[in-house]
């Protein structure tokens, strides 16, 4: 596609439920970025692949965050066993190759009762 | 610890005016400093700065690097309405991102 596309756009969850939050990066795009942004503060880095590879998970804040890129296209982010904190803005971005300059998908806002 | 701070945190200003955004960081293993623009939903990419002292410009904006003293300076002349946004600062070793400066422009 033309840009980087997130679904679902909204999602609001009950604590305790599972989400999973998908990611279509740019064709042809070899790394792809996951971010959590609280309001009011910048993105936070979560997790980095390249193709498949997840080369870096080092922002996931626990074991409850899983992602994935089986085929080296489309990435999801599962969130298991939601808690508040976990409501925020997710953001993907997908780079033609290496770290920048990163094209961002408009993400999806999480809400956790 | 890696920090990117942003200042200021916001700013509001009147079409016309100039106006310049702070960033300075500590970071372990440097490799570049982006400048992005955060309007209601996906940053946009403005600037990718590498090395000291050599502008960047695209059309109203400009952005430099001073490697020595760690800091970025994004400016904006003649700003718009348009202009308003939040401006985000990040630093590419491990992709940490500042807290934005939010830019509000009035008519």
Partial sequence: ?113 | EDKVVQSPLSLVVHEGDTVTLNCSYEVTNFRSLLWYKQEKKAPTFLFMLTSSGIEKKSGRLSSILDKKELFSILNITATQTGDSAVYLCAVDNDMRFGAGTRLTVKP
């Fill in chain 1, 1 to 113: 596609g033309a840009g980087v596309s997130q679904s679902p756009r909204y999602k609001v969850a009950k604590r305790g439920q599972d989400v999973a939050l998908r990611c279509d990066p740019i064709s042809g795009h070899v790394s792809l970025f996951w971010y959590q942004q609280a309001l009011g503060q910048g993105p936070e880095f979560l997790t980095y692949f390249q193709n498949e590879a997840q080369l870096d998970k080092s922002g996931l804040p626990s074991d409850r965050f899983f992602a994935e890129r089986p085929e080296g296209s489309v990435s999801t982010l599962k969130i298991q066993r939601t808690q508040q904190e976990d409501s925020a803005v997710y953001l993907c971005a997908s780079s033609r190759t290496g770290h920048q300059p990163q094209h961002f998908g408009d993400g999806t806002r999480l809400s956790i009762l």
